[in-house]
């Protein structure tokens, strides 16, 4: 699948020239997160999808990858943007657990009598959507008004009860998946979100900066690839996520990130604020790259969960 | 050095030892001589583009051109006055899009990179032009 998604957007990209891309200026579309959403790498804007103007419907096909050594984040999708105004966003995320990691699980629950499983991947689904409220974050120069989208995203995780095997193919906890076992209560959930985005034009020594705050009501674990809820805990929780970008040039970004998490499960599953320092490259308005070097915090036994994030938008 | 330093303390500010006073952008860039320069270049290619080419039948281009200059001579800080018609006022006839908005904008920053501004200039001038947005996107019916 991974690889037939790099094939479309290869040709996507080798395709591009003959394609319009919308007439909004070039990189005001932002990236792709790797929810899906138009924003960042790791949390959404205020910015509608693609380049599409007020009279147009445009959209994005984006492929990001987030290598964690034992974990991998491969996820994928397509976003559109209907007259400035609405993005729909649909994506898939799939986590690669290495086998080491599901050993120290089993050897965890068994009190050391099985300590080697293969490894297992976790996959999750989500819909988006987002409404620009007011504002326009490029052109409201003289006023500090930023613009303001509402969105929400409902995400299903795939495998909230899909049951580990053992090394000899027996299957200890059936109906029982790596969210069950961490203590997550729910299979999916919707989050809600408000994002304020101001790009100020010639604002650091004649370059651009942008500035993003979001604010998200959640109920997921680890974005929900950890599940959602826990058995004592089904409230909404708050989080705060935030970008910093400097525009060096018509074509580059470069900037930080962060987005704080509920850390509802505790534990082995415990969340940490997630940080990313990135560098997006728009040579054209036909397709962006970014790589990033982002920290997650932690995942089951992972301590230091951060690595290299790849991340490539299309713009069709 | 040092002494210049020492000098400017002695003197009581750092702004009383400055060399000149900060330039404005509108000196920076050149003045009225690289904005008629930028705004020949930038209306030739508002009227051979197809899309917005029909928007500007009967306008002469040198007055657009003159028009432009002076209105950005005076929004970046250059001793002019705009004598032309508001936005609002000019742009009521023919209902522009926001599509044909970012048309003209994409041509006045690649006209301001060929007469050899610098991006950070690029940007500056934008911002003090980006405002108008609102007053000429959308006007017909409006009062």
């Known amino acids: 699948m991974q690889k037939k998604s790099l094939m479309t957007l290869t040709f996507l990209v080798l ?10 200026l070039v990189a005001t579309g932002g990236i792709t997160s790797f929810e899906g959403t138009a924003g960042g790498g790791i949390t959404p804007w205020a910015m509608i999808a693609g380049y599409g103007s007020r009279e147009e419907i445009a959209g994005t096909a984006a492929l990001q990858q987030l290598d964690l050594g034992e974990y991998q984040l491969r996820t994928f999708g397509a976003a559109v943007g209907i007259y400035d105004r609405v993005e729909l966003s649909v994506q898939r995320q799939n986590l690669k657990i290495g086998s080491g990691i599901v050993g120290n699980v089993f ?10 499983a293969p490894g297992t991947d976790i996959e999750q689904d989500i819909v988006g959507l987002k ?27 795939r495998d909230f009860a899909t049951s580990l095997p053992l090394s000899d193919g027996t299957i200890p906890l059936p109906g029982t998946g790596v969210p069950m076992l961490l203590g997550a209560g729910e299979d999916s959930g919707t989050d809600l979100y408000l994002s304020a985005s101001k790009l100020w034009l010639g604002a650091a020594m004649g370059n651009n900066l942008l500035m993003n705050l979001t604010a998200r009501m959640t109920k997921a674990n680890t974005f929900g690839l950890l599940g959602f809820e826990s058995a004592t805990d089904d409230g909404y929780k708050l989080e705060w996520e935030g970008s910093l970008a400097l525009l060096p040039s018509p074509s580059t ?10 850390n509802r499960l505790g534990g082995l599953a415990e969340e940490k604020t997630v940080t990313d320092l990135f560098i997006a490259y728009f040579p ?4 962006s790259l970014t790589a990033a070097y982002v920290d997650l915090g932690r995942l089951p036994f992972d301590e230091k969960a951060s690595g290299l994030y790849l991340s490539a938008t299309v713009n069709l | 050095m040092k002494r ?11 702004m009383a030892c400055q060399n000149s006073p900060q330039p404005s952008l509108y000196e920076e860039i050149g003045g009225t001589q690289t904005l008629d320069k930028v ?6 290619r508002i009227y051979n583009d197809p899309r917005l080419g029909p928007h500007f039948e009967g306008v002469p281009r040198n007055h657009l051109r003159k028009m432009l200059t002076e209105q950005t001579c005076a929004l970046i800080g250059g001793p002019c006055t ?6 609002q006022e000019s742009h009521q006839e023919r209902n522009v899009t926001t599509a044909e908005f970012y048309a003209v904008v994409e041509h006045v920053q690649q006209a301001m990179r060929l007469i050899g501004l610098s991006y950070q200039q690029e940007n500056r001038v934008l911002a003090a032009l980006a405002p108008l947005k609102r007053d000429i996107v959308y006007q017909a019916g409006q009062e």
């Open chain 1, 107 to 116: 050897n965890l629950l068994t009190a050391g009598a099985v300590d080697t």
């Open chain 2, 4 to 14: 210049l330093m020492i000098l400017c303390l002695l003197a009581g500010g750092l």
């Open chain 2, 39 to 44: 705004f020949g270049l930038a209306v030739n």
């Open chain 1, 284 to 287: 054209s308005k036909d397709w």
């Open chain 1, 131 to 157: 409404v620009k409220l007011f504002g326009d974050a490029i052109f409201d120069q003289d006023t500090w008004i930023p613009q303001v989208s509402a969105g929400v995203q409902y995400k299903k995780n």
């Open chain 2, 82 to 87: 705009y004598t032309g018609k508001s936005m």
């Open chain 1, 253 to 262: 970004a470069i900037g930080v990130e962060w987005r704080t998490q509920t």
């Open chain 1, 15 to 24: 395709s591009a020239k003959v394609t319009a891309t919308g007439s909004s």
